[in-house]
């Protein structure tokens, strides 16, 4: 019975598009490479750096320039975590992909600005809670590797007070030794 149940489970997700993608299948534009980065982001409850499962899945949307600055991050987390047991660790929570801590609820991919082999694509973003809505702009820059559309950064487009700024790559870069 558990097991009609699960397949039932995994029937329904499935009819409802709720499953893992092949980053290969959804990057022949940068529009849909965006999108479905998203997508998985969101599907993966994705907050700080990804944890080690999620990274797994994404790593195929990503170029290896940011795979590598995630994967240097990764190891600095954890040194940081080794050498201070009781402090925060840089990029253990919040969404470090889009301007907002708390990450998009809903997202709009734009039309991508394509130059030789970058791209770039504005994604509008909204959160709302308790009745107010926050809306931003945030740009994917894609480059292209092969036929594929990989993420290589994010440029933050957040105007508040706090939001993340710059971009992806500069938020990732090593943590000053004092």
Not at 63 to 73: F, H, I, M, Y
Not at 160 to 177: H, I, R, V, Y
């Amino acid at each position: 019975m558990k097991a009609f149940f699960l397949l039932c489970a995994f029937s329904v997700l499935a009819a409802f598009g709720v499953r893992a993608v092949d980053p290969a299948e959804s990057s022949k534009d940068p529009e849909t490479a965006a999108r479905v980065f998203y997508t998985e982001l969101r599907r993966l409850g994705v907050s700080g750096l990804p944890e080690e499962t999620a990274w797994e899945k994404l790593r195929g949307f990503c170029s290896e320039s940011l795979g590598t600055a995630l994967d240097r991050a990764v190891k600095e987390q954890a040194e940081f975590m080794r050498k201070f047991p009781d402090e925060k660790p840089p990029w253990i929570e919040g969404d470090l992909f889009s301007s907002l801590f708390e990450g998009p609820r809903q997202f709009s991919v734009g039309k991508a600005k394509v130059q030789g082999e970058l791209a770039e694509v504005p994604v509008e973003c909204s959160y709302t809670e308790g009745g107010e809505t926050t809306k931003w702009t945030d740009v994917l820059i894609l480059s292209k590797s092969g036929e594929a559309w990989l993420i290589d950064d994010v440029r933050y487009g957040g105007e508040w007070d706090f939001a993340n700024s710059g971009t992806l790559k500069e938020a990732l870069e090593p943590e000053e030794e004092e």
